[in-house]
């Protein structure tokens, strides 16, 4: 047969260009992240958000999205405390707010740049129930009813560790774990609990969150567990 | 042009896929839908968050992954090959008149083509290549713990991009064939009108009818070239 065997260099050259995706692709997509960062931030209509570049991705594992509205939505301490208390959003934003903006790392490997984290440290939530001494850490509770993380209370004391009720500015959407998740700064996303509802403060180590019994690390700190090199946060 | 099919008497017709090439065809047409769908529920957040069960989603979109080569397989080994493996190897090259068309971006007058326009071998190409770099990629994603850590990031990486080329690809594809009802009945039923092939792939109608394409001319083939 004569002629250019074209179909065979482009077979060979997506082949190609695919396996250095694959050996470089992560040193691609963080650079392609940062240079791009100032642009994908400033997105209202959110058309660049179906591009892979520096993109939050909805993760549930539940069958569907669960949602409380602002005026339903109670956060409950509780376990090994002096006194178990409940706080309602207006509750939480009462209380002196920290703001700080930081990456979202996924143990997944994308992450995105410079999210604004506005939201109450889970320390001071936590000295209003009481802390009785002794106490091994925490067991975060999703309304989702199956997401379950852990904390020990050194790690839940940090100051990068927030209830977060809202994202870039805007109230923490549904999708995004409204109206009030976790955020854990240092450590990869899954520690970072969407639609909080319960801090139950254990004497003795707590059964592994939903992650971590799959497999994951308990102490997910972002470059230093799960076998991952990336930057911390 | 549209001919209606009680227009085109049997004699006014020319094969050009037969039975196992069709069923090839929507057999992948079928698997690129559902990876599609899965995929645009693993990766727009909004559909993601409707839909949920990212389990039973992913599940899907990996089965009909790890599918892909099958079909083709079965194609091209079956006793059924014979018209599939001639029109790869027509698929696979570029003659004179297919790099003229390609050097000058499609706007070369006086083309002459072959059974398949150099637009549909790139994309057969494309279609094989992306078949090969998503099924790698994606067997990566999935079976990542035997893999480096960046393999994975760089894997999805170019599984995303390639997936979002992939769907600029097939919209390409769809419009092309919704514009010409006489090249889509190729595939829906088999043959397309002769007056289709001597006008759209003069080089094919003359191998296939030993006439000559040129306007007016009923003899033999002239040389072309």
């Known amino acids: ?233 | 042009m549209t001919t209606a099919r009680s227009e085109v008497p049997a004699r006014a017709r020319l094969l050009r896929f037969d039975g196992a090439e069709q069923v090839l065809h929507w057999v992948n047409a079928s698997l690129f839908g559902v990876l599609m769908a899965t995929a645009a529920v693993l990766y727009i957040g909004p559909l993601s968050a409707l839909v949920g069960r990212r389990e039973l989603v992913r599940y899907a979109h990996v089965v009909s992954g790890l599918a892909l080569p099958f079909p083709l397989l079965a194609a091209r080994l079956g006793p059924w090959r014979r018209a599939f493996v001639a029109d790869v190897r027509a698929l696979a090259r570029f003659d004179d008149d297919d790099r003229r068309w390609l050097r000058s971006l499609g706007r070369a007058k006086g083309v002459r083509m072959g059974k398949f326009h150099p637009g549909q071998k790139l994309n057969a190409a494309f279609t094989l290549g992306a078949i090969v770099v998503m099924l790698a990629t994606g067997s990566i994603m999935h079976w990542f713990r035997f893999f480096p850590v960046e393999w994975r990031t760089g894997a999805t990486f170019v599984h995303d991009w390639l997936a979002i080329t992939i769907a600029v690809v097939i919209a390409g594809h769809i419009k092309m064939a919704l514009s010409d009802a006489d090249a889509r009945r190729g595939m829906s039923q088999g043959w397309v009108p002769t007056i289709w092939a001597r006008r759209h792939r003069p080089k094919w109608y003359e191998e296939m009818t030993g006439k000559s394409a040129q306007p007016g001319a009923g003899g033999p083939p002239t040389p072309s070239g």
């Not at chain 1, 250019?4 to 695919?18: D, E, N, Y």
């Not at chain 1, 959003?89 to 994308?110: E, H, I, N, S, Y």
């Not at chain 1, 997401?147 to 809202?166: G, K, M, P, W």
């Not at chain 1, 230093?224 to 911390?232: A, F, I, M, T």
């Open chain 1, 1 to 233: 047969m004569e002629g250019t065997p074209v179909g065979r260099r482009v077979v060979l050259g997506m082949m190609g260009t695919g396996l250095a995706g694959i050996l470089f692709g992560s040193k691609a997509s963080d650079l392609l992240e940062r240079a791009l960062a100032p642009i994908t931030s400033r997105d209202g209509t959110g058309f660049l958000s179906l591009f892979p570049v520096g993109r939050f991705r909805i993760y549930t594992v539940t069958g569907r999205l669960h949602s409380r509205s602002d005026a339903d939505y109670r956060l409950n301490i509780g376990g090994f405390v002096d006194t178990p208390v409940t706080f309602t959003l207006d509750d939480l934003k009462a209380m002196p707010p920290v703001r700080m903006t930081k990456d979202f790392q996924c143990v997944t490997g994308w992450r995105v740049h410079d999210v604004k984290w506005t939201g109450v440290r889970l320390a001071d939530v936590l000295d209003q129930a009481g802390v009785k001494q002794g106490a091994w850490g925490v067991r975060l509770l999703s309304f989702d009813g199956s997401y379950t993380e852990t904390l020990t209370l050194d790690q839940a004391r940090r100051n990068d560790v927030i209830v977060a009720y809202e994202m870039e500015g805007k109230p923490v959407s549904a999708a995004h774990g409204g109206p009030v998740r976790l955020y854990v700064a240092p450590m990869y996303g899954y520690k970072s609990i969407k639609w909080l509802e319960t801090v139950e403060v254990s004497e003795t180590p707590a059964r592994a969150g939903y992650w971590e019994v799959r497999g994951y690390d308990t102490d997910a700190w972002i470059g230093k567990s799960n076998g991952r090199d990336d930057r911390p946060v």
